[in-house]
């Protein structure tokens, strides 16, 4: 039971690049969300999605896209990094408990 | 959401209780209370949740007063491993906003 995974663990980009972080749960749980945390500060949630085929915005969701096909995945796509994207991203899901499971982040550099 | 305030950092020796207040005053009536907690650079870690009683697992306790405007987390023991920012956080559905949380130390 591995829990939340992410990967790459680490990811370097230009200005302008594309790509795509990965998450996945084996916990069944519906609900997963994305979070970035830059330096020094707290959490803010990018995108959300309660269930499979439907997603939501959240604080900060320029720049970003998401979609979930399967109950275990929820993929976060950088559509053009920009260097204001540099963050550790965090990936998290929650089941009927209430209790949210965290990743242990992405931390992406854009330069 | 209702809006949580915490103080940005504390010291605690070890050993000791940690007491971290939360302020959180126009909490609405079916709001829970949640805390979290964040090792150095890792994925933050649930600890407790409550609604309006006070609540207590293997981790800590969590009091809330009786009007719900504020409550705080209890660390019975504090350890060296318990230094971390702690976020307090009041949800009643849907996603879960993170503050700054507190930053707390403990010093041996």
């Known amino acids: 039971n591995a829990g939340v995974t992410q990967t790459p663990k680490f990811q370097v980009l230009k200005t302008g690049q594309s790509m795509t972080l990965q998450c996945a749960q084996d916990?069944?749980?519906?609900?997963m969300s994305w979070y970035r945390q830059d330096p020094g500060m707290g959490l803010r949630l990018i995108h959300y999605?309660?269930?499979?085929?439907?997603?939501d915005q959240g604080e900060v969701p320029n720049g970003y896209n998401v979609s979930r096909s399967t109950t275990e995945d929820f993929p976060l796509r950088l559509l053009s990094a920009a260097p204001s994207q540099t963050s550790v991203y965090f990936c998290?899901?929650?089941?009927?408990?209430?209790?949210?499971?965290f990743g242990p982040g992405t931390r992406l550099t854009v330069l | 959401d209702a809006k949580t305030t915490q103080p940005t950092s504390m010291d605690c020796a070890e050993g000791r209780a940690a007491n971290l207040p939360c302020n959180h005053s126009?909490?609405?009536?079916?709001?829970?209370v949640y805390w979290y907690r964040q090792i150095h650079s890792q994925g933050p870690q649930y600890i407790i949740h409550?609604?309006?009683n006070n609540e207590t697992n293997e981790m800590a306790s969590l009091i809330i007063t009786e009007d719900r405007k504020s409550s705080t987390l209890i660390l019975p023991h504090a350890t060296l491993r318990d230094t971390a920012v702690y976020y307090c956080?009041?949800?009643?559905?849907?996603?879960?906003?993170f503050g700054a949380g507190t930053r707390l130390t403990v010093k041996p």
């Open positions: 409550g609604l309006k």
């Open positions: 956080i009041v949800r009643v559905a849907g996603d879960m906003r």
């Open positions: 998290a899901t929650r089941g009927r408990t209430d209790t949210q499971y």
């Open positions: 916990m069944n749980h519906e609900y």
């Open positions: 999605s309660v269930g499979a085929g439907i997603t």
């Open positions: 126009t909490i609405s009536g079916n709001e829970y």
